[in-house]
């Protein structure tokens, strides 16, 4: 027999279709492009001159098809490569790419706007609430926000200085990886200490 944390998942499971599906058409009616692309613009929108590869990583195809994707991009003068320092060559979106990402930007914004047009205002901050807790949790470790937030728009995100609840939770475990490995770089700084304490005595025994 199912209970009620059941029906709401299940709820759950059928609202976060509904708007998927709605969104998967929104690149399409938008610009042409396949999810990826779009995603792609929105990244680069907001950090500009990252690699293929890492380009790639944030929204998730492998390097063989992120070279696929950025020269079709770059056949429809969307981005172009610029070569940097070295063999560094990142991926900067041109003024069209910038609109068209833009043009984007709207796009789902409005759709997604439109979900919440049957909740008043106090039902819409709940909902906030919730969503903020919901996305801490699926926060997966170090590289999942870029996957995350691969479509957001980032200004829209945090409004009068309001913290992103992925970006908090990528930070936190920035913190807790570099304590991890303070505490570790202690440990064996410790252990070497010891090891020089015994090495010496054992010379002054000898000596």
Request: proline fraction near 2%.
């Amino acid at each position: 027999m199912h209970g009620e944390r059941e029906r709401v998942a299940n709820l759950l499971g059928a609202t976060a279709l509904a708007i998927t599906d709605d969104l998967l058409s929104a690149p399409a009616a938008a610009s042409r492009l396949s999810m990826s692309a779009a995603a792609a613009l929105i990244v680069l929108r907001a950090d500009p001159g990252v690699s293929v590869t890492e380009l790639g990583r944030r929204v998730g195809l492998t390097q063989s098809a992120a070279v696929r994707m950025v020269d079709g991009l770059e056949r429809d003068a969307l981005v172009e490569r610029r070569r940097g320092i070295g063999n560094w060559t990142g991926v900067h979106p041109t003024a069209k790419g910038r609109r068209t990402a833009g043009q984007l930007l709207t796009s789902r914004t409005s759709r997604l706007t439109g979900v919440l047009d049957g909740l008043g205002e106090a039902e819409v901050r709940d909902l906030g609430a919730l969503l903020a807790t919901l996305l801490d949790g699926l926060y997966q470790g170090s590289g999942s926000a870029d996957r995350m937030c691969r479509l957001c728009d980032r200004t829209a995100c945090t409004p009068d200085g309001v913290e992103c609840p992925v970006g908090a939770a990528d930070r936190a475990a920035a913190r807790a990886a570099a304590e991890d490995g303070a505490a570790v770089r202690a440990v064996a700084e410790d252990g070497a200490a010891v090891r020089a304490v015994a090495e010496d005595g054992a010379r002054t025994d000898h000596g």
